[in-house]
């Protein structure tokens, strides 16, 4: 295994977006391989890929990598989007978990039937304004420096960025009460590798539609019955 690193994920966000936004911040290409039916995934756990029979798989420097925050710590640490001690890293740990926690509330909501939707975006937007976004408002306010660890792009930044342009499509206006947030997502949206990721063609995934659903669900059938966890 060499050259650009691989992923194998369905076609569309999941747990896999998080790795595509931060190989693309790091400027850094990659191709796909993507998952449409069961014998592709069975293929996958015949090959003994899957160490745990769980997607994301990344292929990259000769190994194959499971275990989505793993990934993403290899990531960040290999392209300098990790800080520059344990102190930061540990803070960049901590502020990722507050954004992967309200990140995985709105994973889930695809896979919700019409009733489960309507309280599930009701947590989601609640807990934005109310718990995660006035936290890292907070957060921008006490440290004083244009990202949130340190004083240069991290892992945290990038996971921040993605995590509000979420919730925004669930709530255009959900920072309205955010100016330093507001501030932070034009800052970081400029960043050139992220401001290509977010033009159209880039291999940003879409929100997911109901292709995305099935197609899950079918590959996954004797793994879950709700989300794609």
């Known amino acids: 295994m060499s050259g650009k690193p691989k992923l194998h994920y369905f076609n569309g966000r999941g747990k896999m977006e998080s790795i595509r ?42 190994m194959k990598l499971v275990q989505t925050t793993a990934i993403l710590q290899y990531i960040a640490a290999k392209y300098n989007l990790y800080g520059k001690d344990l102190k930061e890293r540990v803070l960049i740990d901590m502020y990722v978990g507050g ?27 609640s807990k934005a304004k109310n718990r995660y976004f006035p936290a890292y408002e907070k957060i921008l306010k ?4 244009k990202y949130l660890v340190g004083n240069q792009l991290t892992w945290a930044d990038v996971h921040l960025l993605e995590a509000i342009l979420m919730v925004e499509e669930k709530c255009a206006d959900i920072l309205t009460n955010f100016p ?27 929100v997911p539609d109901e292709k995305y659903v099935q197609t899950v669900r079918t590959t996954l059938q004797m793994y879950f019955k709700v989300s794609p966890k």
Do not use: C
């Not at 850094?28 to 003994?48: N, P």
């Not at 006490?142 to 420096?145: D, P």
């Not at 330093?180 to 879409?206: A, C, M, V």
């Open 180 to 206: 330093l947030l507001k501030d932070f997502k034009t800052r970081i949206s400029e960043i050139p590798t992220i401001k290509s990721f977010l033009q159209p063609g880039s291999q940003r995934k879409p």
């Open 99 to 125: 954004t992967s926690d309200l990140m995985e509330l709105i994973m889930f909501y695809p896979f919700m039937d019409a009733e489960q939707k309507e309280k599930q975006l009701n947590t989601i937007v």
């Open 142 to 145: 006490q440290h004083g420096e």
């Open 21 to 62: 936004w931060l190989l693309a911040t790091a400027g850094v290409e990659f191709e796909e391989e993507l998952l449409e039916t069961r014998a592709d995934y069975e293929a996958l756990l015949q090959d003994g890929a899957l160490l745990f029979e769980q997607v994301p798989l990344v292929e990259i420097d000769g």
